[in-house]
């Protein structure tokens, strides 16, 4: 394996690895923010609100873009074992 070929291996790995996760904590960084925001306008400071509300968009977002991501994780796996079969032989 040349240094180039590693290169593109560790950029396909963290393309993917923003990919899968980026929509995740998208979702929960907005319902956090939404959830504070009306906190902050309520003055109600439950902690527990904040972390079911995350709880539910994480969940949300993994239920509509889970089929789709998990597609895409098996995909870069498949590249990945055919890469280790190239450097072998």
Do not use: W
Not at 18 to 38: D, N, Q, R
Not at 72 to 77: D, E, I, N, R
């Amino acid at each position: 394996m040349n240094p180039d070929q590693a290169i593109t291996l560790v950029s396909a790995l963290f393309r993917t690895t923003l990919f899968v996760t980026g929509p995740i904590l998208a979702g929960a960084l907005l319902a956090g923010v939404l959830v504070g925001i009306l906190q902050t306008a309520t003055q109600v400071n439950e902690a527990s609100i904040s972390f079911l509300v995350k709880v539910c968009a994480v969940l949300a977002v993994g239920v509509v873009l889970g089929p789709q991501l998990g597609s895409y994780v098996v995909h870069y796996t498949r590249e990945s074992f055919e890469g280790i079969a190239q450097v072998v032989h």
